[in-house]
């Protein structure tokens, strides 16, 4: 069992930067590969970036890329995700999830957050 607890979301206006955190519970963190997701207003919940347990492959939606990084530190049981040049279009509630592997499907994942509110805006 897995429990994920998101922090660091906020308003901000576009162009700027911000870091959201997930803290995870549980002796085997670096067994899991992790996840952010984000779920737009009346829009499904679509895959942002994802990271491999060990920290050694990362994994990011088109929209995001060359934006966002993903990192994690095992010792600490936490990962996070570092939002550069903020545009009105990530406006979202974001989740941390894990999951045995990563995967572009929300299905798959098996642990959530509750999830932290990102608004940039214009």
Same mark, same amino acid.
């Given at each position: 069992? *897995? ?5 660091? !979301? %906020?308003?901000?206006?576009?162009? =700027? +930067? ?6 995870? /519970? ?21 895959? *942002? ?5 060990? !920290? %050694?492959?990362?994994?990011?939606? =088109? +929209? ?6 993903? /990192? ?51």
């Amino acid at each position: 069992q *897995v429990q994920l607890v998101e922090s660091g !979301g %906020g308003l901000v206006q576009a162009g =700027d +930067s911000l870091r959201l955190s997930c803290a995870a /519970s549980g002796r085997t963190f670096s067994s899991y590969a992790m996840g952010w997701f984000r779920q737009a207003p009346g829009k499904e919940r679509v895959f *942002v970036a994802g990271i491999s347990g060990n !920290g %050694g492959r990362t994994y990011y939606a =088109d +929209s995001v890329k060359g934006r966002f990084t993903i /990192s994690r530190d095992n010792a600490k049981n936490t990962v996070a995700l570092q939002m550069n040049s903020l545009k009105p279009g990530d406006t979202a509630v974001y989740y941390c999830a894990a999951s045995d592997y990563v995967s572009y499907s929300t299905s798959t994942w098996n642990y959530w957050g509750q999830g932290t509110q990102v608004t940039v805006s214009s």
